[in-house]
Each structure stands twice: as structure tokens, then as C-alpha cells.
């Protein structure tokens, strides 16, 4: 009895170690003598033995000639153990199948495959019928159906073994699978026996620097079969039945050998459902899995997620992905873990590839933030993933973030120009960040002209625009000259690396007209809509230069030719009708843009009269009352990017600077002037402000300033549509406007100059005298008030004053006909009629090639 007790226990301890894989202790228990069985038992556990651990030593499989030739050699004793009881040379056995299952793994890794084939045949492999296996045989099992797969594909069809192309493929395709299934199965039985339940997914990432290495238990046959099987599906352009390969996979319980098999499988469904899958031709994942022995087991219950679109399925495949791929991340940067550093992130950049892709298409910013930036942990100086991670939080209008990670990638790429050119165009689009665009602009085309980079066209217009800025901010002649200067010689360059860019041409017709060369702006902007005939600011340029006197035919004769001042006028309103279609053409194709229709109503005024400009004006309160009240009326803060055409709104008459350039509030603009002013101005700003803000506090009642574009937008048209009323006497109706205006922003220095227009209309000169020094004080370089300041300061008697204040006014804009027009009247009255003809004459010349409205009404583009 004790006999008996003791030689089951032995075969229960070989039963185990088979099971778990401990070769070297079956060799010495069964050599040794110490299990109580039958010789051809033994040579069994011997053959299995000594081939299990010679293949967990050596790679022979897919090898040269040479390596096959040393696997013979390496397993001639284990197939002369193997071979005995196959019933070759011995009767045969209960185990003699799966004896000639062994020799067929065998004879693969030795390069036979039709010894292998052979021997699968015999066995009777394809006549098995499913039924409950024990852990090890499984194994067995599912090996032979993968070396059969494989051995086909190795052998040329015809041969003995090779079938025609169709059924070959057909059983090719049929063993993997199985293959696959029972692999599946029997490393959820292995987990079962050591008691694992590595089935959860860690998000926050391993401090191990190794990543688990449980997977190698799988073995390199059923790995090969399990990730082939759904590559033959896809090359044979069969994709319904590739994905649901991939879902039988990704289904199944996870067990501890699959972790990192399961990311390859979750990425490349997601590439298939990408590719190939829409809405309408997607079906739902099954709720029920196969009931069958040699089928793995899948997870069940009420309160698990399954996808109900297409969008669905492929974010969640590839949120898992990335949190496989955070977890098998190796951290430490030991010269030893190199290569498994180089293999993780690999893995790990395709998943987050992929999910840029879906997260840009379908707007989720915010969570694509947030996975790269979890991705920074294992991502070390990984140019890459820094470049994808600051053009997300581009994307999600991080615009501060993004310049210093921008920042952080020219530093990881010190010859890529790219990186400081981006971060070059958000400091100048988004951020007003002028001096920090400039350097990182020169430093870009310093990059690709060092490298003869295709980009260099683009550093060099980056460059320009900013020196442009430079330029329009400076109230200092020489330094003024210098960033013209600056700004003519990158244009040009632009032009020479890239003369087909529409956007240079615009610059420098944009420069031209600051510069009052109404010609030369004419020709870049008709070259600018020759390369790109829809571009809007193009468009809006050419407008306000055919509504210049200088872009009339009368205005190139000469003096002597020139008719009466009736004829001049009446060319000029002609050359303002031109204006006017084309603004209405273009009006066609952009019809919600408020910086076209602010032009057009000007026009409009001009050639028609104030009550038909009133009509425009109102539409344009109709338009934004469209497009914003339901978002704005919730209190929400509206940004441009609402706007279906993508466009800005700049009225830029009421200030230098185009709203395109800085989604702030005026109040923040005039801050920003501020700081940009010279000393003397701003100690003069600071002695009136108490005054002014006092003034404004009063008015203000209960109500604050409302934020955003869209506010700002709705400011000016109400501010425009006053001044229309200004101008028709109507000053009951502008005041009224004003405050509208006063509600939106009580604080802004363009209400101050409104409710000061309406008092000089009404000949109040006192009020109207206060309400300008208001505005100046706020914005000390806002020339309207300046010039209607001084105009007030005149018809009160201070004559003097008035002629300082609009010296001073001419010294901040030369090329404004009104301060010219409005010093040569204070000289006159003075009785300094030389002074004050110069005057008259320079606003004549000055005149000549101003437009309906300024140049700045045009906003800055980028595109």
C-alpha cells in the first residue's frame, strides 16, 4: 500500500513538472531512477525533456542553414529517446502520439518540414476531437497545430505535402487559429495551476526597469500563430473576419503571458478599425463567447463596457494601449536596459501616434494633453514625443505650455529649424510675445539657412512679420527705420527662398501701405491674389487700397493736368464704388466676416451716404446676435474659433493693434500700449488717469466688462454704428449706442472718444474736452482723441495747448490727414499762415493715399 501511495505521488511531482516547464529536474528525477515507470515512459520524459530545454536555450526556428545544422546535432539524443516510444522502433503506446507530436517540433526546428508534416500526419492531428486535456498536453497540442501551419507555409505547394494554393491556405489559416484558440486556453490553465491573477493593467507605470518577463512562457510557435492568424485575414483582404480574430483574442480572460501581446493586438485592431470600418458597415462586439474544450474562456457580467460605434471600440483599444504601454515602460536609463528602453517606447510612440490621429479628428485635445503628458515620464529627451505633446496643447490653446516645450525641443534638436518656427508663430499669434517671436524667428532661419531647409521661406516671413510689429509698436524715428529696415530685408529673402508664397507678397504689400507706396502695395497684393485668389486678408488689402485717391487714374497725372477738385472727388467716389464691389464679391464667399462688412460700410458712407451705411450696421448686430447670443447669453466666453468662417474681427480705426493679433479685451490692449509708451507719455497718462477712472467708476453702476472676442466684436459694431449717427447729427441715437457700448465695456477709451464725438457735435466743448482727455488717458496713443483733444482745446481759446497737443500728435502718426488738417487750423488762427499752409498742404499730400479706413483694419495672418 505504501508502495502505491508513493509512486502516484512521484507521477503527480512529473505531471507537475512538466507542467510548469522544470526540465532540468524531470532529467535528473528520471535518470536518476527515482520514478517508478516503464522504460518506454521514461525515454518519453527524457525525449520531451531534453528537447523542451535544448529549445529554451537556442532560437533554431526561421534559422540559417548553419543553426539548423547544430540543432540536429544538439537533438540527436532527444530524438533517439523520442523515436522509441513513437512506435517506430517500439510497440506503440499510449503515449506514442504524443511522442510523434514532439518529433514533429523536432524535426521543424531542424528544418524538415516534411518529416515534420509526416509525423503530424501519423499522429492523426487533424482527427482529434475536442474534449478536455490536461495542462501540458494542451501545450503539446496546440505547438503541433502551429508547426503545422508554419511547415506548410515553408514547403512550396505541390510537393508531397504542399496542397494547391486554395485548400493549403485554407488549413494554413485553420491550424493557426486552433493553434491560437488552444494556446489561449492553456495559459489560462497555467495561471490557474500557480495561482496568478495578473490580469490587471497598472496606469501610472512600473518603477522596475525590466518589464515583466512572464510572456517568454508562451513560447515562440504560439506567439507566431497567435499574432499570423489575423495577418493572413488582412492579406487576403478579408477584414470582417480579421477583426473578429483580433476580438477573440482581446476577449479572452488575460492571463499573465499575453500583458504584452494583448498591446500589439489592441493597436492593430485599432489601425483596422481605423482603416477600413465606418459607422455604417460597423457591427457590435458579441456578448456571449464560443462554448467550446479547446476555446479560452471570456470575461462575463452585467457591468462590462461594450462599445456601441465604431469611435467608441477605437478609443478604448487605444486608451488600453497606452496604459499597456505606460506600464511595460522601462524607466531606468542604466546603459544595460538600452535596448529594452529603445523596444518600449517604440511600442509606445505607434500607440500615441494613433491616438493623436483620433483625438485631433474628433476634437478630444484636452485628453490627448493629458496621455502625452504622461508619456514625458519614460519619454527622455524623446524629440518625438515632446514635438507631438506641444502640438497638442497648440491644439487645446496652451499656447504659454507650448512655447516651453517648444522650447524644450530645439534644445533636443539644435539643427531642426522647425520647432523655434513654431514657436515663433505662437508667440506672435497667440501670445503678443513680440521680442521672444523675433529671437526665436532668427534663430529658425538661422537653422534652415545653415541647412538650405525648404522652411527657410517661412523663418524668414516669421522674421518679417515680427520685425513688422517691431515696427508699428516703436515710437522712436531711428528705431523705427531700423525694424523697417529689418523687416524689408527678411521679406525679401523670404521672396528669394520661396517667390510662390502669397503670404510674403501680402507682407510686403501690408508694409507698402503703412508706408503710404500705394503702387508698390498694389503690385504685391494683386501678385498675393494671383498665387492665392480666395486668401481674405488679401482680399480686405486690396479693398482699402482702391479706396485710396493715389490708386485712382487722375491721381498718376501730373499737376498740370489735373481737373477741378469736383473731378477729383468724383473719381475718388468712383474709385470708392470699385472698392465697394469688390468687398460685395467678396462678401459673397465670406459672407459672417465683420472686418469685411466694418469696410464695406464705410464704403458704403462714402458713396452712398450714412442712411445706407446704417443698413449694414445693423445687419451686422443682426449677424452676431446669429452667431453668438446662444453661447454668449450663457455667460460663456465666446472665442473667434465659434465664428463658421475661422475668421477674425479687428476694427482696427478704433487702435493700432488688429483683434486677430490678441483675443483680449480693449482694456487689456490699452494696458498693454501703456507699458509700450514713452516716458513722457506715460507721466502724463498717469496724472490724468485718477481722473478719468473716477469718471468711468461713476458711469459703470452695477455693470462689469464682459470678456472675449465675441464682446469685442459686438463693442465696435455699436461703437461703428455711433459714429455713422455722429456723422449724420444725429446725436440722440449715438448716445444711445455708446451706451450699449458702455455695457460691454464701461472702462474702454473707444466709449470715451464715442460719448466725446457726440458732445463736440452738440458743440459742447467742455464735456466733449473731458471725455478726450478720459480717452487718452486710458490709451495714450489712440490719435483720434488726441486729434479731436486738441480740436476742442482750440474752439475753447488755448491755442497753444492745442497746437502742442497735436504737435504731438503728428510726431506719434505722420500719415494721419487729420492731425495735419486740424494743426494747420490752430496756425491759422494763431495768424502763422506759412505754417499753417504747409499744414493744409501736407494733409492734402498725406490725403492722397489714405484709405476709407486704416491699414490696421487688416488683420495679421498666419496662413
Not at 338 to 367: F, P, W
Request: proline share 4%; net charge negative; with cysteine.
Amino acid at each position: 500500500m505504501t508502495s502505491k501511495k508513493s509512486t502516484g505521488k512521484l507521477e503527480v511531482d512529473v505531471q507537475k513538472l512538466r507542467d510548469e516547464g522544470s526540465w532540468k529536474k524531470l532529467i535528473e528525477l528520471t535518470e536518476g531512477g527515482k520514478v517508478g515507470i516503464n522504460d518506454q515512459l521514461a525515454n518519453f520524459l527524457l525525449g520531451e525533456a531534453k528537447l523542451e530545454q535544448y529549445l529554451e536555450e537556442h532560437t533554431p526556428y526561421d534559422a540559417a542553414n548553419q543553426t539548423h545544422a547544430e540543432s540536429k546535432t544538439g537533438l540527436q539524443e532527444a530524438k533517439q529517446y523520442l523515436t522509441l516510444p513513437a512506435g517506430i522502433e517500439g510497440s506503440r503506446t499510449t503515449g506514442s502520439m504524443d511522442a510523434q507530436l514532439l518529433l514533429a517540433k523536432l524535426h521543424f526546428a531542424c528544418g524538415e518540414y516534411n518529416e515534420s508534416l509526416q509525423f503530424l500526419s501519423e499522429a492523426g492531428l487533424d482527427q482529434l476531437t475536442e474534449k478536455p486535456l490536461p495542462v501540458r498536453s494542451l501545450k503539446i497540442i496546440a505547438e503541433s497545430f502551429a508547426v503545422q501551419a508554419l511547415a506548410l507555409e515553408k514547403i512550396p505547394p505541390g510537393s508531397t505535402h504542399g496542397k494547391n494554393n486554395d485548400s493549403r491556405d485554407q488549413q494554413i489559416l485553420r491550424s493557426m487559429e486552433i493553434a491560437g484558440d488552444i494556446a489561449l486556453l492553456y495559459l489560462q490553465e497555467q495561471d490557474k495551476l500557480q495561482g496568478q491573477s495578473n490580469w490587471s493593467i497598472a496606469t501610472t507605470g512600473s518603477n522596475s526597469p525590466l518589464p515583466p518577463l512572464t510572456e517568454q512562457r508562451i513560447g515562440m510557435l504560439l506567439e507566431t500563430a497567435l499574432l499570423r492568424a489575423p495577418l493572413i485575414h488582412i492579406k487576403a483582404q478579408r477584414w470582417n473576419e480579421a477583426i473578429a480574430r483580433y476580438r477573440t483574442v482581446l476577449r479572452a480572460m488575460e492571463s499573465s503571458a499575453t500583458q504584452t501581446l494583448r498591446l500589439t493586438f489592441a493597436r492593430q485592431l485599432a489601425e483596422v478599425l481605423l482603416r477600413k470600418v465606418c459607422q455604417a458597415n460597423y457591427w457590435a462586439v458579441g456578448s456571449k463567447g464560443p462554448n467550446s474544450h479547446w476555446k479560452s474562456k471570456y470575461y462575463s457580467g452585467s457591468s462590462l463596457f461594450s462599445p456601441r460605434d465604431v469611435n467608441e471600440e477605437v478609443f478604448l483599444l487605444l486608451l488600453l494601449s497606452e496604459a499597456m504601454a505606460v506600464r511595460d515602460a522601462v524607466l531606468s536609463q542604466s546603459p544595460e536596459f538600452r535596448e529594452l528602453r529603445k523596444a518600449s517606447m517604440r511600442n509606445a510612440t505607434v500607440v500615441y501616434d494613433l491616438l493623436i490621429v483620433c483625438c485631433i479628428q474628433h476634437g478630444q485635445t484636452a485628453m490627448l494633453c493629458e496621455s502625452l503628458e504622461r508619456a514625458l515620464k519614460f519619454s527622455f529627451e524623446d524629440a518625438h514625443i515632446w514635438t507631438q505633446f506641444s502640438y497638442s496643447l497648440i491644439a487645446a490653446g496652451k499656447f504659454n505650455k507650448a512655447v516651453l516645450v517648444l522650447k524644450e525641443v530645439a534644445r533636443l534638436c539644435p539643427q531642426n529649424p522647425l520647432p523655434c518656427l513654431m514657436a515663433a508663430k505662437v508667440c506672435l499669434e497667440h501670445l503678443n510675445l513680440v521680442d521672444d517671436g523675433f529671437n526665436l524667428a532668427s534663430e529658425a532661419t538661422k537653422r534652415a539657412e545653415a541647412q538650405d531647409s525648404n522652411v527657410a521661406s517661412r523663418a524668414c516671413l516669421i522674421k518679417g512679420i515680427a520685425s513688422f510689429i517691431k515696427w508699428r509698436q516703436s515710437r522712436i524715428q531711428p528705431l523705427k527705420q531700423n525694424w523697417m529696415s529689418v523687416c524689408l530685408k527678411s521679406l525679401r529673402d523670404a521672396t528669394e527662398h520661396d517667390p510662390n508664397d502669397h503670404l510674403v507678397h501680402f507682407y510686403l504689400a501690408l508694409t507698402h501701405s503703412f508706408c503710404r507706396q500705394v503702387t508698390q502695395a498694389l503690385t504685391e497684393v494683386r501678385m498675393a491674389l494671383r498665387l492665392r485668389g480666395e486668401h481674405l486678408p488679401s482680399l480686405l488689402l486690396l479693398s482699402l487700397l482702391l479706396s485710396t485717391p493715389a490708386a485712382s487714374p487722375s491721381s498718376q497725372m501730373s499737376s498740370s493736368s489735373i481737373s477741378s477738385i469736383d473731378d477729383e472727388e468724383e473719381s475718388h467716389v468712383n474709385q470708392c464704388q470699385g472698392a465697394l464691389s469688390l468687398a460685395e464679391a467678396t462678401l459673397e464667399e465670406y459672407p459672417n466676416n465683420f472686418d469685411l462688412l466694418y469696410i464695406k460700410t464705410l464704403l458704403e458712407e462714402r458713396c452712398f451716404g450714412g442712411e445706407v451705411a446704417l443698413g449694414t450696421a445693423k445687419h451686422m448686430l443682426a449677424l452676431w446676435k446669429q452667431l453668438y447670443e446662444d453661447s454668449s447669453s450663457a455667460g460663456a466666453n465666446v472665442t473667434s474659433e465659434n465664428n463658421p468662417n475661422n475668421v477674425s474681427h479687428s476694427y482696427s480705426n478704433y487702435d493700432t493693434r488688429s483683434l486677430a493679433m490678441s483675443a483680449v479685451s480693449a482694456q487689456h490692449i490699452s494696458e498693454a500700449n501703456e507699458r509700450e509708451s514713452s516716458i513722457y507719455a506715460q507721466s502724463v497718462a498717469a496724472a490724468r488717469a485718477e481722473q478719468a477712472l473716477s469718471d468711468v467708476t461713476s458711469s459703470m453702476c452695477s455693470s462689469l466688462p464682459k470678456p472675449g472676442p465675441a464682446w469685442q466684436v459686438q463693442l465696435k459694431i455699436w461703437l461703428l454704428t455711433g459714429e455713422l449717427y455722429v456723422r449724420l447729427g444725429k446725436c440722440e441715437e449715438a448716445l444711445a449706442c455708446a451706451q450699449e457700448a458702455a455695457i460691454l465695456s464701461p472702462a474702454s477709451h473707444h466709449v470715451m472718444h464715442l460719448r466725446g464725438l457726440i458732445h463736440e457735435t452738440k458743440n459742447e466743448f467742455a464735456d466733449a474736452k473731458t471725455y478726450f482727455k478720459n480717452a487718452t488717458s486710458l490709451s495714450p496713443f489712440h490719435i483720434p482723441s488726441l486729434q479731436h483733444l486738441g480740436l476742442c482745446v482750440h474752439y475753447l481759446g488755448s491755442h497753444r495747448l492745442a497746437e502742442k497737443t497735436l504737435r504731438e500728435t503728428v510726431r506719434l502718426d505722420p500719415v494721419a490727414e487729420n492731425s495735419w488738417y486740424n494743426l494747420g487750423k490752430v496756425l491759422e488762427a494763431m495768424g502763422d499762415y506759412d505754417l499753417a499752409a504747409r499744414s493744409y498742404s501736407t494733409a492734402l499730400e498725406v490725403q492722397q493715399s489714405s484709405p476709407i479706413a486704416p491699414f490696421s483694419a487688416v488683420p495679421l495672418c498666419f496662413e
